[in-house]
């Protein structure tokens, strides 16, 4: 049963804005894109990056956000409601179904590694990591994998931090907790990379991050590309559908859309900018990949004069980003109880964020007692993947990028041309021809790619 008129709205477009931009700025931003954009050809890199940003991600984005307005109900609400309304099936909430149980697996591991940075936090700030060696910060790393009832701790802590702040509402809790977390943020990051770049390489760390080198561009970076810029912005998982249908008519969507996507990718080079020199500087290694918050980058705060002080600063702040992305997440699930279910907000939250966090213990225990179970290796494609990696894989890979194909089929080819244009409002001239060819067409298309690519095609094209 959908239940009308059941949800707040957001009391601005800033608070939306702060909001949205705070979904998508996430841990992966800290890591993964200055990581990629190294290995991948540096500056060229980033160009096709933000070609695959303004061609791509962005009008997927336009698109969920009108679908969330236009239904103003949950994720799967929206898509039923829209779709009937266009006069077509409501099995189109499957893109909604899709989003939300996508968004749910997402959060259970999601949250272990942010626990992972509150353990991290104390272990900064009292100068642990003075003098340690790249050894040594393995060991401290793996001490903590080790340690099943630590990481169930952390992963509660950030747990019950995201389900308070969803429990208390639209506007007394995810737009508060946004309204300080985020300037915060953003204070924070200018501070830690106006530190790196004092103390740091620039030289090496920008040329490393910056500098086109036009050779490594083949089919695969192309594909990466396109991939981070999906997955950053955050499209595909009914994140912005639900936050959508809060949105008020006095919003204009294209315009809110750049700037949460020019935002995130924003945070993402300045996050590069704040660790690659320090990594140049201290003679460590670039390309450590996901490991470089957890163990490479600990031997540099260890070395730098105030490392303790930096090092817990650094931590905090990737708790905050950890922290809005978590609550988007929690949010979808939340939504769709309220509405089908009349359950009351606070109860949704804390029975979802609960299941949540007992799915999450699989998760955990990944990492040491179930490290070597794969619950579905019997499958090639899943072959060697535990709990923790099949969680990641099957969301990113399968999901997500399913979802974000289906959100641009139905926006692009199911939603009338009156309609779309009413909620994008920017009439029927050029840029609306070309935000429909591009959602049409081009985003599909590319999305495809990357889906086929992340699941059968990486060996043939390789």
């Given at each position: 049963?959908?239940?009308?008129?059941?949800?707040?709205?957001?009391?601005?477009?800033?608070?939306?804005?702060?909001?949205?931009?705070?979904?998508?700025?996430?841990?992966?931003?800290?890591?993964?894109?200055?990581?990629?954009?190294?290995?991948?050809?540096?500056?060229?890199?980033?160009?096709?990056?933000?070609?695959?940003?303004?061609?791509?991600?962005?009008?997927?984005?336009?698109?969920?956000?009108?679908?969330?307005?236009?239904?103003?109900?949950?994720?799967?609400g929206?898509?039923?409601?829209?779709?009937?309304?266009?006069?077509?099936?409501?099995?189109?909430s499957?893109?909604?179904?899709?989003?939300?149980?996508?968004?749910?697996?997402?959060?259970?591991?999601?949250?272990?590694?942010?626990?992972w940075?509150?353990?991290y936090?104390?272990?900064a700030?009292?100068?642990?990591?003075?003098?340690?060696?790249?050894?040594?910060?393995?060991?401290?790393?793996?001490?903590?994998?080790?340690?099943?009832?630590?990481?169930?701790?952390?992963?509660?802590?950030?747990?019950?931090m995201?389900?308070?702040?969803?429990a208390?509402?639209?506007?007394k809790?995810?737009?508060l907790?946004?309204?300080?977390?985020?300037?915060?943020?953003?204070?924070?990051?200018?501070?830690?990379?106006?530190?790196?770049?004092?103390?740091?390489?620039?030289?090496r760390?920008?040329?490393?991050?910056?500098?086109?080198?036009?050779?490594?561009?083949?089919?695969?970076?192309?594909?990466?590309?396109?991939?981070?810029?999906?997955?950053?912005?955050?499209?595909?998982?009914?994140?912005?559908?639900?936050?959508?249908?809060?949105?008020?008519?006095?919003?204009?969507?294209?315009?809110?859309?750049?700037?949460?996507?020019?935002?995130?990718?924003a945070?993402?080079?300045?996050?590069g900018?704040?660790?690659?020199?320090?990594?140049?500087?201290?003679?460590?290694?670039?390309?450590?990949?996901?490991?470089?918050?957890?163990?490479?980058?600990?031997?540099?705060?260890?070395?730098?004069?105030?490392?303790?002080?930096?090092?817990?600063?650094?931590?905090?702040?990737a708790?905050?980003?950890?922290?809005?992305?978590?609550?988007?997440?929690?949010?979808?699930?939340?939504?769709?109880?309220?509405?089908?279910?009349?359950w009351?907000?606070?109860?949704?939250?804390?029975?979802?964020?609960?299941?949540?966090?007992?799915?999450?213990?699989a998760?955990?225990?990944?990492?040491?007692?179930?490290?070597?179970?794969?619950?579905?290796?019997?499958?090639?494609?899943?072959?060697?993947?535990?709990?923790?990696?099949?969680?990641?894989?099957?969301?990113?890979?399968?999901?997500?990028?399913?979802?974000?194909?289906?959100?641009?089929?139905?926006?692009?080819?199911?939603?009338?041309?009156?309609?779309?244009?009413?909620?994008?409002?920017?009439?029927?001239?050029?840029?609306?021809?070309?935000?429909?060819?591009?959602?049409?067409?081009?985003?599909?298309?590319?999305?495809?790619?990357?889906?086929?690519?992340?699941?059968?095609?990486?060996?043939?094209?390789?």
């Open positions: 049963m959908q239940v009308k008129g059941v949800h707040e709205h957001w009391s601005s477009r800033i608070a939306f804005l702060l909001a949205s931009i705070g979904a998508a700025v996430g841990l992966g931003n800290f890591w993964r894109f200055p990581y990629l954009a190294g290995v991948s050809g540096g500056g060229a890199f980033v160009i096709v990056y933000m070609l695959c940003v303004l061609a791509i991600a962005l009008p997927i984005l336009m698109a969920e956000l009108l679908i969330g307005r236009r239904g103003g109900l949950s994720a799967i929206s898509t039923r409601k829209v779709a009937r309304d266009e006069g077509h099936s409501g099995a189109w499957v893109i909604g179904w899709i989003g939300m149980v996508a968004s749910f697996l997402i959060l259970t591991f999601y949250s272990v590694i942010a626990g940075i509150i353990a936090i104390p272990v700030a009292t100068g642990t990591f003075n003098g340690m060696s790249a050894e040594s910060s393995g060991v401290q790393f793996n001490r903590l994998m080790d340690n099943v009832l630590l990481q169930a701790l952390c992963h509660g802590v950030f747990m019950a995201t389900v308070y702040i969803v208390r509402g639209v506007r809790g995810i737009e907790a946004v309204e300080i977390l985020m300037p915060l943020f953003f204070f924070m990051l200018l501070g830690v990379v106006a530190f790196s770049l004092y103390i740091g390489d620039v030289g760390g920008l040329e490393f991050l910056f500098r086109p080198d036009f050779s490594k561009i083949d089919l695969a970076v192309v594909l990466a590309a396109i991939g981070q810029a999906f997955f950053s912005i955050g499209v595909g998982a009914a994140i912005m559908i639900t936050y959508g249908a809060y949105l008020n008519k006095d919003t204009h969507i294209p315009r809110a859309s750049l700037i949460v996507g020019l935002s995130d990718t945070v993402a080079i300045l996050a900018i704040a660790i690659f020199p320090l990594v140049f500087a201290f003679g460590l290694d670039p390309a450590s990949g996901p490991g470089l918050i957890f163990v490479t980058l600990p031997v540099a705060f260890g070395q730098m004069p105030f490392g303790d002080i930096y090092a817990a600063s650094f931590f905090v702040l708790l905050f980003a950890a922290l809005t992305s978590s609550i988007s997440l929690l949010e979808i699930f939340v939504s769709w109880a309220e509405e089908h279910h009349g009351r907000r606070a109860s949704a939250a804390v029975w979802s964020g609960g299941f949540a966090w007992f799915i999450g213990l998760n955990v225990l990944s990492t040491n007692v179930w490290k070597d179970f794969y619950p579905l290796g019997r499958f090639e494609v899943f072959a060697g993947k535990t709990f923790f990696d099949l969680f990641d894989y099957v969301t990113a890979n399968i999901m997500l990028p399913l979802g974000g194909v289906l959100v641009a089929v139905f926006a692009g080819w199911f939603m009338s041309r009156r309609s779309t244009c009413d909620e994008l409002g920017i009439g029927d001239g050029t840029l609306y021809r070309t935000w429909l060819f591009l959602v049409r067409y081009v985003a599909p298309i590319a999305i495809a790619a990357v889906l086929f690519y992340l699941t059968v095609g990486a060996d043939i094209i390789g």
